[in-house]
């Protein structure tokens, strides 16, 4: 079934978004093609997984600064060539706890290339950036443009990327963050709207109520909350006006309204 693209997903305002943090990354190993799989396999609207990038210049999925806590490995990825990353499993950690062995025999460390090449049209995809030079950041566009994901991702960024991602490739869609509990701020919510051209925003649940879901619809956002595990909460969440969630567990909460 073909995937709903971004501006389908941004003008069915009936339909509730989900999206899969880091995949299905409760049940699976976190920001692996597994995971992504999983996610899709359960009926995510869109996937979200982090980029950083390898010594050779390659983005890869991984949320941390370094690969300690999900792999046997030790260090930044910087440090690391691709060939290096692959030979590592990045099993180790699952359901909140980093286990003494990994869970799967083989687990590699996919590269944007093969998450795009796999699930492009499959998924949309909420892209969070971590590059740390201006050629990854090169490299991360090239990959966008060349597999044409323009109406199907967006990049989440703080903003002091904007500029350098707008100087790259304007026409690649935005979700901006500004801080943690400010981000469903009546100012903020402007800014990524009426400033950086915004239709996606990703505020926070804890600092986020009806109020600011119903300015976020009168501004022409979609708020995708991050995040719940819980369809109690998910339910509560629309109920005030929320459209769409952030979840690690997308099995339990497509079950619980689709």
């Given at each position: 079934?073909?995937?709903k693209?971004?501006?389908?997903?941004?003008?069915?305002?009936?339909?509730?978004?989900?999206?899969?943090?880091?995949?299905?990354?409760?049940?699976?190993?976190?920001?692996?093609?597994?995971?992504?799989?999983?996610?899709?396999?359960?009926?995510?609207?869109?996937?979200?997984?982090?980029?950083?990038?390898?010594?050779?210049?390659?983005?890869?999925?991984?949320?941390?600064?370094?690969?300690?806590?999900?792999?046997?490995?030790?260090?930044?990825?910087?440090?690391?060539?691709?060939?290096?990353?692959?030979?590592?499993?990045?099993?180790?950690?699952?359901?909140?706890m980093?286990?003494?062995?990994?869970?799967?025999?083989?687990?590699?460390?996919?590269?944007?290339?093969?998450?795009?090449?796999?699930?492009?049209?499959k998924?949309?995809?909420?892209?969070?950036?971590?590059?740390?030079?201006?050629?990854l950041?090169?490299?991360?566009?090239?990959?966008?443009?060349?597999?044409?994901?323009?109406?199907?991702?967006?990049?989440?960024?703080?903003?002091?990327?904007?500029?350098r991602?707008?100087?790259?490739?304007p026409?690649?869609?935005?979700?901006?963050?500004?801080?943690?509990?400010?981000?469903?701020?009546?100012?903020?919510?402007?800014?990524?709207?009426?400033?950086?051209?915004?239709?996606?925003?990703?505020?926070?649940?804890?600092?986020t109520?009806?109020?600011?879901?119903?300015?976020?619809?009168?501004?022409?956002?979609?708020?995708?909350?991050?995040?719940?595990?819980?369809?109690?909460?998910?339910?509560?969440?629309?109920?005030?006006?929320?459209?769409?969630?952030?979840?690690?567990?997308?099995?339990?909460i497509?079950?619980?309204?689709?």
């Amino acid at each position: 079934m073909r995937a709903k693209t971004l501006t389908e997903l941004y003008r069915d305002r009936s339909h509730f978004m989900v999206t899969a943090h880091r995949g299905a990354s409760f049940e699976f190993p976190e920001n692996t093609a597994l995971a992504m799989r999983k996610a899709v396999e359960a009926g995510a609207d869109m996937i979200e997984f982090d980029l950083r990038g390898t010594a050779d210049g390659v983005p890869v999925l991984l949320h941390d600064e370094t690969i300690d806590r999900t792999s046997n490995g030790r260090g930044m990825p910087e440090e690391h060539s691709l060939a290096e990353l692959k030979k590592l499993n990045f099993s180790f950690w699952l359901q909140g706890m980093r286990r003494e062995a990994p869970v799967y025999d083989v687990m590699e460390i996919p590269t944007f290339e093969e998450i795009l090449a796999e699930f492009r049209g499959k998924a949309a995809m909420n892209i969070q950036l971590y590059a740390k030079t201006d050629a990854l950041l090169v490299e991360i566009c090239r990959l966008f443009r060349r597999y044409d994901m323009y109406d199907h991702g967006y990049f989440t960024i703080y903003p002091d990327l904007i500029a350098r991602v707008r100087a790259i490739d304007p026409e690649i869609e935005l979700c901006t963050t500004r801080g943690w509990k400010e981000r469903s701020l009546p100012e903020n919510l402007k800014l990524c709207r009426e400033t950086d051209g915004c239709r996606f925003v990703q505020p926070v649940r804890e600092f986020t109520d009806g109020e600011a879901f119903l300015r976020m619809r009168e501004l022409g956002l979609r708020g995708n909350v991050f995040f719940t595990d819980d369809p109690a909460e998910m339910l509560r969440l629309q109920s005030i006006g929320a459209e769409g969630i952030l979840t690690n567990q997308p099995h339990k909460i497509c079950r619980s309204f689709r």
